[in-house]
């Protein structure tokens, strides 16, 4: 057994930073402009969980900050992944508790990949009567959708590379999520 200090030390992935806390703060702040312009007051948010949380809480306080006072309710999906490719498989982890019927919504999610998650997602709420279903997506990896997937974002914060992205909310198997920046981990 070694007690060297390079055994004891944790190692510090090196990240590279790609969005940094105050662009993302800037196109925030736009977004919410963008969304106020086109919806009323009786807007349902339904951030889906977990990745979208942080951005999601940015955002509804800049909709606020724009005149919207929207209900927002969670909706927690899994999407299963075979290492960093989607499989296709999506589950409900835990539902809305609001009643959709003749609503308003808009669906906010931390990247669209491939499409399946918030395909998913929009047909879910479609099924059960939501007048609308329109979309928001802080990043939004254009060149990985689904060949048979026809979905585009209503609000884009961001076009992302062909990277796997962590911090903002988004993580690396349950880590890196509160890291105030989106970056890519150079070296592990
Ligand atoms: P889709 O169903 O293929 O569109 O996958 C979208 C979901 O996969 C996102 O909501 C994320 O939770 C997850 N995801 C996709 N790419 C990344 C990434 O680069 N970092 C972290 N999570 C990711
Ligand atoms: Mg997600």
Known sequence: MSNSSSDATPRKPVIEILFSA??????????AREIAARHDKDLLVIPVLKGSF???????????????????????LASYYDGTKSTGKVDILRDIETDVTGRDVLLIDDILESGRTLQFARELLRTRGAASVK???FLDKEVLRAKHIELEP?????????????GYGMDLAQRYRELPFVGHIVQE
Do not use: E
């Not at 105050?22 to 977004?31: C, E, T, W």
């Not at 884009?156 to 992205?165: A, H, Q, T, Y």
């Open 135 to 137: 979309i928001c997506v």
């Open 54 to 76: 942080i951005f999601a809480a940015d955002l509804i306080r800049d909709m606020h900050q724009n005149g919207l006072s929207p209900q927002v309710d969670f909706l927690y």
């Open 22 to 31: 105050q662009k993302i703060a800037a196109r925030n702040k736009l977004l």
């Open 154 to 166: 209503d609000y884009i914060g961001f076009k992302c590379p062909d990277l796997f992205v962590i």
